[in-house]
C-alpha cells in the first residue's frame, strides 16, 4: 500500500462515527499500561533493598488504578446535567479541603513541626491523610475547576464580550483557587492556568483577555516565587529561595561541577539518563541512575528512566499517544454540540496536554523544573484516579457526538452490554432546515399574482368564511 492509500484508509477510520471513543480509550490505556510497567522498573530496586518487597509500589499504584478505572466507568455513564449539577460541590469539596491543608501547613510552621494533625486529619506539605487514606486536594481542584468553570462560562454564553461578567464570579474564585495552590504548590497552579485560558479559548472571548491573563498569571507566578524564601512550598525561611534557584538554573545553567542537590543536580541527572539511553535504550528495567542517583526517579523525573531504558523510541511512543489524546479531546471539543460539553472537554485536554508538556519539558531541560507528575505515568494514586475520572467523562462526551449517538441508536448493543458498560447516549436535537430561497418574482408582484388553479378569486373579491351554527358551537 502506497501512502496514498494509507492516507485514505486512515481517513476512513477516523471518519467512523465512534472514532473518537476509540481513539480515546487505546491512547489512555496504553499510557495507564505503560505507567505501570515503568512505576514497577523504577522502584522495584528500592522497595526490595528497604523492605524485601519488589512489588509494593506498584501494587498500590495498581490498587489506585483499579479505583481509577471503576472512577472512569462511572464518568462514563453520566450524562453532561450531572456533570453540571456536579460542579459547585465539587469546587466547595476541593476550597474545603485546601483550606484545611493550608491552615494545618500554617499551623505546623509556627509550632516548627513537619506535620500538623487534628484528629483523624494529618497535612504534610501537599497532601492530606485523612483517616490513613493520602490525599491530594489540588488533585481534585483541576477536576472541580473544568467542571464548575465550563457551567459557568456556558451559562453565560455571549455575554462573556463583557469584563462585569468574566469577572462575576469566575476571576474571584480563580484568583482564589491559584492561591490556596500555589502557595505550596507552583506547578500545579500554572496547570489550572492552563484550563482556564482552554476554557476561555473554547469559549471565545477576545484576544485582549488573554493578554490581560497573561500579565496577570506573570506577575502572580513571579509574587509566588518570591514568597518562597518567607516558607512558601518546600522553602525555608532565612535559606536560599529554591524556586528563584531553579528557575535561575533553566535560564543560566552551571557548570556540572558546579552543581549541587538544590540547584541543578536533578535536571543534571536527568540528561545524563537520556544520554546514556540512546535511540534504542538500555533495556527495560536496566536502568543505572535509578540507583539512588536520579531524584524522584518514580515520579516527577520518570520520563528520564524511559529514556534511560527505552530510548528515543520509547519517548516518541509516549509522546505519539500524548499527541492522540490531545487531538482526541479537541475532536471531541469541536464535534460535541452541547456548550458544555465543548468547554469541559477542551478544558479536560488542555489540562492533561499542558500537565505533559511542562513534566516533559522540565526532564529534557526546555522548561524549569516545577515538580508536576507525568500523567497516567508518575506514581501518585490521587493524580491517576482523577485522570481517569476526567478521561470518563470525555468517553462519555464522545459517545455523546451527533454521528456517534445515531449510530449507537441505529445498531444498539445488547441489553446487558448497555447495563454494565454504558447506556445509550441522548440523540441530538434536530437541527433546524434552512430556509427555501425566495420564488423568483416576475413582471407582477407575487401579491398581485393570479391563482391558476381552479379556486382562484376575481380580483377586487374578498375571500370570506362561513359562519354556520350556533355562538356556543362557535366558541367551541
Not at 522495584?44 to 509494593?56: F, H, P, Q
Not at 492561591?179 to 479559548?201: F, H, K, P, Q, S
Not at 432546515?433 to 393570479?450: C, F, I, L, M
Request: a positive charge; glycine letters at 12%; one cysteine or more.
Amino acid at each position: 500500500m502506497d501512502a496514498a492509500g494509507g492516507l485514505a484508509a486512515l481517513r476512513g477510520l477516523l471518519a467512523r462515527p465512534l472514532a473518537s471513543y476509540y481513539l480515546l480509550l487505546s491512547s489512555a490505556g496504553l499510557l495507564l499500561l505503560i505507567g505501570l510497567t515503568m512505576v514497577f522498573s523504577a522502584t522495584s530496586v528500592k522497595d526490595y533493598a528497604e523492605d524485601g518487597d519488589a512489588s509494593a509500589s506498584v501494587t498500590k499504584q495498581a490498587i489506585f488504578a483499579v479505583i481509577g478505572i471503576v472512577g472512569f466507568w462511572a464518568c462514563q455513564r453520566l450524562p453532561a446535567r450531572t456533570y453540571r449539577a456536579l460542579g459547585r460541590p465539587a469546587l466547595a469539596v476541593a476550597v474545603g479541603l485546601l483550606l484545611v491543608l493550608n491552615l494545618l501547613l500554617a499551623y505546623a510552621r509556627l509550632t516548627g513541626q513537619e506535620s500538623a494533625r487534628i484528629g483523624p486529619i494529618e497535612a504534610r506539605l501537599l497532601w492530606l491523610f485523612i483517616g490513613g487514606i493520602q490525599v491530594q486536594p489540588s488533585e481534585l481542584a483541576k477536576l472541580a475547576l473544568v467542571l464548575w468553570g465550563a457551567h459557568v462560562i456556558a451559562r453565560k454564553g455571549a455575554a462573556l464580550g463583557w469584563w462585569k461578567e468574566l469577572a462575576t464570579p469566575l476571576f474571584p474564585v480563580i484568583g482564589l483557587l491559584f492561591v490556596l495552590v500555589g502557595y505550596n504548590d507552583l506547578g500545579t497552579m500554572l496547570c489550572l492556568l492552563a484550563i482556564v485560558v482552554g476554557l476561555l479559548w473554547a469559549a471565545g472571548v477576545r484576544l485582549r483577555v488573554f493578554a490581560v491573563l497573561s500579565a496577570v498569571g506573570a506577575a502572580g507566578v513571579g509574587l509566588l516565587v518570591a514568597v518562597a524564601s518567607l516558607g512558601a512550598g518546600s522553602g525555608e525561611r532565612g535559606e536560599e529561595n529554591y524556586r528563584f534557584q531553579r528557575l535561575m538554573a533553566f535560564v543560566d545553567p552551571p557548570s556540572p561541577e558546579q552543581c549541587k542537590l538544590e540547584g541543578c543536580y536533578q535536571i543534571y541527572q536527568g540528561r545524563l539518563a537520556i544520554e546514556h539511553g540512546g535511540w534504542f535504550g538500555v533495556g527495560l528495567g536496566k536502568s543505572s541512575l535509578k540507583f539512588g542517583w536520579l531524584p524522584e526517579a518514580h515520579n516527577d523525573f520518570i520520563f528520564a528512566v524511559i529514556a534511560e531504558e527505552l530510548g528515543v523510541v520509547g519517548c516518541v511512543v509516549v509522546l505519539t499517544l500524548f499527541a492522540v489524546l490531545a487531538y482526541t479531546g479537541l475532536r471531541i471539543a469541536r464535534r460535541v454540540e452541547d456548550p458544555f460539553r465543548r468547554l469541559a472537554a477542551a478544558g479536560v485536554t488542555t489540562w492533561l496536554v499542558s500537565q505533559a508538556v511542562i513534566n516533559i519539558g522540565g526532564v529534557v531541560g526546555l522548561l524549569p523544573i516545577t515538580g508536576l507528575p507525568l500523567p497516567f505515568i508518575s506514581d501518585g494514586g490521587s493524580a491517576l484516579v482523577v485522570t481517569l475520572a476526567a478521561v470518563g467523562m470525555l468517553a462519555s462526551f464522545a459517545r455523546a457526538e451527533p454521528d456517534a449517538a445515531r449510530a449507537l441508536h441505529a445498531r444498539p448493543p445488547a441489553r446487558w452490554v448497555r447495563l454494565v458498560w454504558a447506556p445509550l447516549p441522548p440523540l441530538p436535537g434536530r437541527r433546524r432546515r434552512p430556509a427555501a430561497p425566495p420564488a423568483d418574482r416576475g413582471s407582477v408582484p407575487r401579491s398581485r399574482g393570479r391563482r391558476e388553479d381552479d379556486q382562484a378569486v376575481p380580483r377586487g373579491a374578498r375571500q370570506t368564511r362561513a359562519r354556520g351554527g350556533t355562538a356556543s358551537e362557535r366558541r367551541r
